[in-house]
């Protein structure tokens, strides 16, 4: 089965072709990030005229790229939320006109359920049943999957998602915006141990919270300023790593991304045990976070998954794949399908 999925939920216009849910014949992805760097996070307003100006074109080029013709297409798929309204309308529009044009099956798709399908690309079947930590800029939840459709929340974030800590202490440090790509990038050149930053352990809970986190960096970065001091740069390539003791802005990414890896991999570590998964999957745009796959790896104690960044982030290739397995259970939605911008998936 051929389908055709379309992501717009963001700040992404993107359109892939997937072959039965498994199997990517193309991922077109225009992003956005450049037009909404000048502003240092997404306006929605700008967001919803830019989806506008590329969805055709990027629908045309997935067809290029796989090779096909409308004809070729089984159905289509598209994400219905949660996301910007605007922004999703875009989506949703376009991929109401292509069904109903070609007479096509629609499937409305929950964009972090289909993050947790980027895991059905990378050509390793997930088993069931497992658990799945979807870390985005919008969400963080452990979600405990026993099939298909089959979900169980067991935590989710009290205040800012990981992404979205990631973004926000990446502004305070003036490293600009996606900030999860640019902490990882200082991060390297940092010590994890040199500035000890909180943790939100909220005892045995599985639920997360980040934003004290992200104040600690903002008080000591303050601190600096008051006491007229500047955060010592990253030290240039073979230099070495950073001094230990100084709080210069490697090590200060370094510490903070270690703090917010701890909490992630202790929290599914012990979720894992006490289900007794038999796998992790890592998803969202964080789940391209070289730290976290390393470490998720190395203390869960069962095999952990994650697709290649390409697929962490937002595309249409994980909504085309978790269309597929939505229609393969019978479900269509009719033409007359909303936008849900605060669509829960548990
Ligand atoms: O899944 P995504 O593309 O969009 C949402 O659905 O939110 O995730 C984007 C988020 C941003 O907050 C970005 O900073 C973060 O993923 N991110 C990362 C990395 N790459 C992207 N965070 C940490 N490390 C990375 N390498
Ligand atoms: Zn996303």
Redesign the pocket.
């Known amino acids: 089965m051929n389908v055709l999925g379309i992501e717009s939920?963001?700040d992404?216009t993107a359109a892939a072709v997937v072959i039965d849910g498994r199997r990517v014949l193309s991922n077109v992805i225009a992003s956005q990030v450049e037009v909404h760097a000048a502003f240092g996070g997404v306006v929605p307003e700008v967001a919803s005229r830019q989806h506008l100006l590329w969805i055709a074109p990027v629908v045309e080029q997935a067809l290029r790229e796989a090779k096909m013709d409308w004809a070729n297409l089984d159905a289509v798929a598209v994400t219905k939320g949660p996301?910007l309204a605007g922004s999703l309308l875009v989506g949703i529009n376009a991929s109401k006109a292509i069904a109903f044009a070609r007479g096509l099956p629609l499937i409305g798709v929950n964009?972090?359920e289909g993050?947790i399908y980027g895991n059905w690309l990378i050509g390793k079947e997930p088993v069931f049943p497992l658990l799945c930590l979807i870390?985005?800029?919008?969400?963080s939840n452990l979600i405990l999957m026993s099939n298909h459709g089959e979900y169980r929340l067991l935590g989710r974030t009290r205040d800012d998602?990981?992404?979205?800590a990631?973004?926000k202490v990446?502004r305070i440090l003036g490293l600009g915006?996606?900030?999860?790509?640019?902490?990882?990038k200082a991060a390297q050149g940092g010590e994890p141990d040199t500035v000890r930053l909180p943790r939100a352990w909220l005892r045995q809970s599985y639920d997360f919270s980040f934003s004290g986190l992200k104040t600690a960096v903002l008080r000591l970065v303050e601190k600096l300023q008051q006491e007229g001091k500047e955060l010592a740069p990253c030290p240039a390539p073979g230099e070495g790593k950073g001094v230990a003791q100084t709080i210069s802005l490697c090590n200060l990414a370094a510490s903070f991304?270690d703090a917010?890896v701890d909490v992630l991999v202790e929290k599914t570590r012990r979720a894992a045990e006490e289900f007794d998964v038999k796998m992790v999957l890592l998803?969202?745009?964080?789940?391209?976070?070289?730290?976290?796959r390393r470490r998720m790896a190395e203390t869960v104690g069962v095999t952990v998954q994650f697709p290649p960044?390409i697929l962490?982030?937002?595309n249409a290739a994980m909504i085309a794949s978790c269309g597929y397995f939505h229609l393969q259970q019978g479900e269509r939605n009719s033409l007359d399908m909303d936008v849900y911008p605060n669509l829960k998936l548990v």
Do not use: M
């Not at 915006?177 to 990882?184: E, S």
């Open positions: 939920s963001c992404e996301g964009h972090i993050h870390v985005s800029g919008g969400h998602a990981a992404g979205e990631f973004d990446a915006y996606p900030g999860g790509p640019a902490i990882q991304e917010v998803a969202g745009g964080v789940a391209s976070n070289a730290s976290l960044p962490c982030t937002d």
